[in-house]
């Protein structure tokens, strides 16, 4: 554990919120930054062990996180502040909620009306997207098998585009993304309605390691505190739906410690299934059950990959333009391949230009107006400038350098689209001849 020092040098902070909320998390960064006058880095890749072993002096977290760092003793981080949301629900409290969200044309208008239906979580370790719907289905009687489906997304996001694209009927999404989503993406939006609200949960705090001296503790609080004041910030804040801070204690998050208390859950348990085990069904195979010389070598490199971020992550860091073997097999189940340019090629063959083709995966073909005018944009700033239409009706950008890659990719999930598994041995579209009957 990290031991404090006499002052801050630099501001090293990681965010463990969903990326939609990155602009207005920089921006907070930037000012707490030139508050105590020096420089700072946001990591939106933050690892939680990082922040428990000092590599972050801050941090963006969501209340389950918060939760599982206090059963550590001591603590390795202390509540700085947590946000007041804009909007009247939120009576002026650090509130949010976990809104249930359906598409509008979709029969359902009520919570009990969702019984059968197919219903997604963004994880298990997750408290708006997971917690509140096992308290809210305990407190009717029920478990996950009220559902006739129980998918893990993987984030809030994902979780919208399910149902946007009718993967699934309903989803219960963090109320600020929810707020933010419906003001960035009006015309989409339109296509989504509310149809329960559940909570309140305090907000999502931000924290500080405890190795930061009390004095610059005493200094960041008062800039989150007063950062509304000024009309810049103010701008800021409200793109991500927040109105001010305010000082938060650990007695606020108790309702929140309960609630997994009460359900018997844990912010251990990422990866769980809330749906219970069927003797009917085979576990998938891991590199414990499958013996030697069984499995393809791409089979056990994913195998080995934990859930297939193997090391590319760390090596999107590095200054090579490339990407070792295996990750580049890893990238494909990204959508991503990794090429090189053929006119230095051919001009010279001791030298390649690396750069990557990204492929947006289409569910059923289906393309907003908007998403396609995100991508166009997404063409220009990061890629060659050319949109290209398969087959099987995904989009692919070509010409994306290595360092534009997270960027690229990162715009694509924020149009509500996904890479993931738009390349490689995984299920896609299916085509059929547009008159199928015979001649």
Known sequence: MATPTAELTRLRVGTYLSPQLLPTYAAIVGALGAAIGVPWALDETAALPE?????????????????????????????????VLRGRRYQGQPWYFSDVVVRQDSPFATWADLQGARFCIN??????????????????????????????????????????AG???????????????RQRHRAVSRHLRRIAMLGPSTAPPIVVHRAVPE????????????????????????????????????????????????????????????MPPSEDVVPPPTLHTLGPGQGSKVERLKLASDGLRGAISAQLQEPSPRFSEEQTTLLKFHGTYQQDDRDIRQINHSQKAYQFMVRTRVPGGILTA???LAHDDIADAYANGTLRLTTRQGIQV??????????????INASLLTTLAACGDVNRNVMTCPAPHAD
């Open 398 to 411: 070509h010409g994306v350098i290595k360092d534009d890659l997270h960027a690229t990719i990162r715009a």
């Open 167 to 181: 993967e699934i009927d309903a989803a219960a999404i963090d109320s600020q993304i929810w707020d933010v989503y």
């Open 123 to 164: 994880e298990p370790g997750s408290h708006s997207g997971y917690a509140v719907v096992q308290e809210q289905l305990r407190q009717r009687g029920h478990d996950w098998g009220y559902f006739a489906q129980v998918p893990t997304t993987g984030s809030h996001l994902a979780s919208l585009a399910a149902v946007l």
């Open 215 to 274: 004095a610059e503790v005493r200094r960041l609080r008062a800039a989150l505190l007063s950062l509304h004041e000024d009309p810049t910030m103010a701008r800021h804040l409200a793109r991500g739906g927040i109105r001010r801070f305010v000082a938060v204690s650990p007695a606020d998050y108790d309702a929140m410690r309960a609630t997994w208390a009460r359900n018997r859950l844990s912010p251990h348990q990422e990866g769980a299934s809330p």
């Open 51 to 83: 922040l428990v072993n000092g590599h972050f002096d801050l941090a963006f977290l969501c209340g389950a996180q918060y939760l599982l760092l206090t059963e550590h003793e001591p603590s390795p981080v202390t509540l700085l502040a947590a946000p």
């Open 370 to 372: 908007e998403q396609y």
